[in-house]
């Protein structure tokens, strides 16, 4: 419960996207100390999370990932569930992805 208090501490940084990509598109850095199992992001009108985006792969601490949307949807709020490496999950909901390019876990 503390961690996830912890991560509850969302750092939003706007930064110019890369050409060519998705509005969605975005880099998740994660400072916790702890590794992301599972990272799954769904729309905000969806009722189910969508697929585990790090697949087999994992983010460790102090480590940065890109989130890449190949999806048909210019949505911007989307919601975002990830999974540590001891079962703790942090949620952030309706997190406007089009204004938003970079998230850091802490």
Not at 1 to 8: D, G, H, N, Q
Not at 31 to 37: A, D, K, M
Not at 49 to 61: H, S, Y
Request: net charge negative.
């Amino acid at each position: 419960m503390k961690k996830l208090l912890i991560a509850l501490a969302f750092i939003f940084s706007s930064l110019a996207s890369p050409a060519l990509a998705a509005p969605q598109d975005f880099t998740i850095v994660n400072n916790t100390g702890h590794t992301v199992l599972t990272l799954n992001v769904s729309q905000t009108s969806e009722d189910e999370w969508g697929p585990d985006i790090l697949g087999v792969d994992v983010l460790a601490n102090g480590d940065s990932a890109e989130v890449t949307f190949d999806r048909d949807t210019d949505a911007c709020h989307w919601d975002i569930r990830v999974t540590y490496d001891d079962g703790d999950t942090g949620d952030w909901r309706n997190v406007n992805l089009c204004e938003t390019t970079t998230i850091t876990l802490t």
